[in-house]
């Protein structure tokens, strides 16, 4: 629901970060105790806001950072909810979910709900409101063809209004405000991740996947690398056998000039654009080395690259030969 380009948040707070470049404002609730207000305790993130405003991604997002979530959660049942994330001993410590008009009660009784949220010790309760301008989430909804929840029998624009001027009570004890007009999907997600106390849990998963083309190109590359055009061990005798693991083949490799020239640039390519794959919310990143039959210079140099990532923060390298049974 969400596309465009531009700044991704805005409202009354000063707080402020940097994302890509981008200024992205923080709010504080007006009635309700904003940022400074806020307790240690486990995260008990509530979405709410506009239909169209992009909840939906957000709180897929969330659940990429490690959160358990609930989508249109009945309000009564929301304490509920906080009190066993609290005696879960541990199971459940960080918890996000998605209320708003699309249930009945949601508007009279969630004010009281959240106060009670407010009060409980070790809960660290957090109210996030999403909107975006009228002309926004009226081409949203023409594009989707979805009915809006307050207007079945209406237009979209007429639900929009109406459900702007029911929520403003809501979005009132808002701890964070965030205008999605001009957000993609990546610098939504990106607001999250930096809303997230764990850092750590926003983790890039990078594959490192040797392959023979002689057996097929893998469908699931994100990245792709030939490795076809250096020296190959195959028409040594000595190495036939042996794999891209075996010293004999790594030093083969390593002596020829190309070959290291190649495997550098290779090297310092990969190093230069995973951090950006990091920034963008990626969760899975498979970079692909083919040779011809996948046993030898597309091995050998799959684990060269693992080595020199090893040291990037926030992401996971592993390797996986695909082809190295292959004789």
């Known amino acids: 629901m969400i596309a465009g380009n531009g700044r991704s948040a805005t409202g009354h707070g000063r707080k402020t970060a940097r994302h890509k470049g981008r200024k992205v404002e923080g709010h504080k609730g007006s009635k309700a105790g904003g940022q400074k207000g806020r307790r240690s305790g486990n995260p008990f993130i509530v979405l709410t806001g506009l239909s169209g405003s992009g909840k939906s991604q957000a709180i897929r997002a969330l659940e990429d950072l490690g959160y358990f979530c609930v989508d249109n959660l009945p309000t009564t049942l929301i304490p509920t909810l906080a ?13 996000a979910i998605v209320v708003d008009v699309r249930e009945g ?15 409980m010790p070790r809960l660290n309760p957090i109210l996030i409101f999403l909107e975006a301008s009228h002309a926004t989430l009226v081409r949203r909804f023409s594009e989707t063809r979805r009915p ?3 207007a079945p029998d209406r237009s979209p624009a007429e639900g929009i209004r109406d459900e702007r001027e029911r929520m403003n009570v809501i979005r009132q004890l808002a ?7 001009d957000m993609t999907v990546h610098e939504l ?17 990078i594959t490192l996947l040797s392959f023979g083309f002689k057996h ?19 028409f040594v005798p000595a190495l036939r056998r ?26 310092e390519y990969v190093r230069y654009v995973v951090p950006f794959y990091i920034a963008e919310g990626k969760s899975y990143l498979t970079i692909a080395i083919g ?19 090893a040291d990037i923060s926030n992401a996971r390298v592993r390797v996986r030969h695909r082809d190295i049974a292959h004789t």
């Open 83 to 95: 009190k066993l994330s609290l005696t879960t001993g541990g199971d459940i410590t960080k918890v």
């Open 105 to 119: 009660g949601f508007l009279s009784s969630f004010p009281t709900v959240f106060q009670k949220l407010r009060k």
């Open 148 to 150: 809006h929840p307050l």
């Open 175 to 181: 701890d964070e405000i965030v205008d999605t007009s």
């Open 189 to 205: 997600r990106q607001f999250f991740m930096g809303l997230s106390r764990d850092r750590s849990a926003a983790r890039l998963t």
């Open 216 to 234: 097929g190109v893998p469908l699931d590359a994100d990245l792709m690398f030939d490795a076809r055009c250096l020296p190959n061990p195959h």
């Open 242 to 267: 042996r794999t891209g693991r075996d010293r004999a083949v790594v030093d083969f490799m390593e002596r020829d000039t190309l070959s290291r020239a190649f495997m550098d640039r290779l090297t």
């Open 291 to 309: 040779c011809t039959g996948g046993r030898h210079r597309s091995v050998m140099i799959a684990e060269r690259v693992r080595k020199a990532l």
